[in-house]
């Protein structure tokens, strides 16, 4: 039978991974052109870095969430034989599939907080171009909210097809 303490611990820290990650997608870094008259120049002023910490907080939370999956589920290859049949089936492929978004989500996560806070520091005189102030793009942080979702879903699936193939056999 599966543990109801491993099933609302990962919930909680999955839950908590996908509230980061979206926080992250609406306080990621915005720039604007600032300019300094006496000194003739232009620069990009960037604004709150919190993104960065969201971010890396909701990479965190789904680490200890999938790590806690696996040790509970023995990481599908050690222990004890599962019984073959649907649940064991159900569990191959949910392993598969929850180790998939698990990379997915922890890439846009993680690839997300590092551009974030990256802020380069043109300066540029009024008689070149505007300096192209970089940000990062819309929807990195949401994809890996999204991957943090299917993750969630998928693992408890999993760990629940695990444990009924665990205690069938």
């Avoid at 604004?47 to 040790?71: E, H, K, N, P, R």
């Avoid at 034989?81 to 698990?102: H, K, M």
């Avoid at 929807?139 to 299917?150: C, Q, R, S």
Wanted: charged residues 15%; proline residues 2%.
């Amino acid at each position: 039978m599966a543990s109801k303490l491993v099933i609302a611990s990962i919930l909680i820290l999955d839950i908590i991974a996908f509230g980061l990650a979206v926080a992250a997608e609406q306080r990621r870094h915005k720039a604007h052109v600032t300019s300094d008259d006496s000194a003739d120049y232009r620069w990009c002023a960037y604004d709150s870095d919190i993104a960065t910490g969201y971010g890396l907080g909701a990479f965190f939370c789904l680490l200890v969430s999938q790590a806690i999956v696996m040790v509970a589920s023995r990481c599908f290859c050690c222990g004890k034989a599962l019984n073959p049949g649907g649940s064991r089936a159900c569990a191959v492929i949910l392993f598969i599939v929850c180790w998939l978004t698990f990379f997915i989500a922890e890439i846009c996560l993680l690839a997300g907080s590092a551009r974030n806070a990256y802020r380069p520091k043109y300066k540029q005189y009024y008689d070149d171009p505007v300096p192209a102030c970089e940000t990062l793009r819309k929807g990195v942080f949401a994809a890996g909210a999204a991957f943090t979702f299917f993750t969630a879903i998928i693992s408890q699936v999993y760990y629940i097809c695990y444990s009924r193939a665990l205690d069938s056999f």
